[in-house]
């Protein structure tokens, strides 16, 4: 059972919770199109891509009591590659919904992030293609949501002070 | 979960299908008190392990177990791997474990330190696995061996499994702390005694005698 953790990831662009937290989050065809850096690597899965029940907790606010807001389908995964050269890395991955194939190829992806000589290149060809993703569907769904934006005003009062009119009455 | 997963080797290639078969030949054993059952597709265990063994507690445990490891076995690599497959808590005393493993007969603690059950709760007893050099269903040839004669729900008559390599007295313990564990029934433990390819279940209804063969 994963706990949940209050303090925040360190944001850093290049630590590796941040590139896991990018990859869970990528879509599949980004990760399929960079899966084939692999191949220099012997695999082996030390678990296979299995689903389950993760409880989300959320704070009202971000500050109030803990609470539980709800089960999520999670699939997670981990590999081990490893080289000719004794390099070896190992990947993990936990990512929302059903899908085995993306949970392993984010795996895969987290392996090889972690090795030294392939961080540059993937870090072009995979996370920035996925930042530029997450933005610019975060940019559509704000102009959705701004495009229904009302201007609530209100009519300032006119009569005087409260209490003026019937004074001397 | 602090540890080093690049020490953790591969757990089952195929988990449903060998967990499976692992499960049917678990099945088989304990059913057929003495049969030796011989168990294929083991996994990648740490180095200085008995595969089977190692294989039958990756099939039966989760993260509701506990299991006991014998401290002459009990590496941070054997943690590593039970903890990253099977989630579940490795206990510092026999006690209070649902599954130990022991490494040899020599090592092997008293039955009443593990947990027994309780007449309401028979179920609750430990399952020992005990890992013997060589388990043969006849004396090998031109060797005195000595070996257990089992009788009981599931033996036809009785049946002899053998155990060349071990020493007599640790047998005659073996022998020794069964009958006390059949006393106690319906509480006791149940054991498996494992080779690194084949399996023989003892259940506590098993009646555990000494055998000497040529």
Redesign the interface.
Known sequence: ?LQASDTASPDTQSSRANWIALLARSPLDLLESNCAFAARFEE?????PETGLMMVQGRAGGSGARFNLGEVTVTRC?V?LEATDAT???G?SYVLGRSRRKAHLAALCDAMLQIPDLYPTLEASLLDPIRQYLAAAADARTARAASTKVDFFTVAREAGPIGASGRDA | MAQDLLQVSDGFANPVIESQRTFRAVLEALAHPGKIVTLHGNPQTPPGTCPTAASILLTLLDSDCSLWIDPAILTPAVKGWFTFHTACTIVPEPGGAQFAWISDLSVLPAFSTFCCGTDRYPDSSATLLINVPVLADGPLVGEEAVGLRLEGPGVPSSRTVYLPGVDFAYIARFVALRAANHEIFPCGVDVYMTTPETIVGLPRTTRVDIARGR
């Open positions: 059972m082996h899965v030390l678990r296979h981990a081990r070896e890395a190992v993990i």
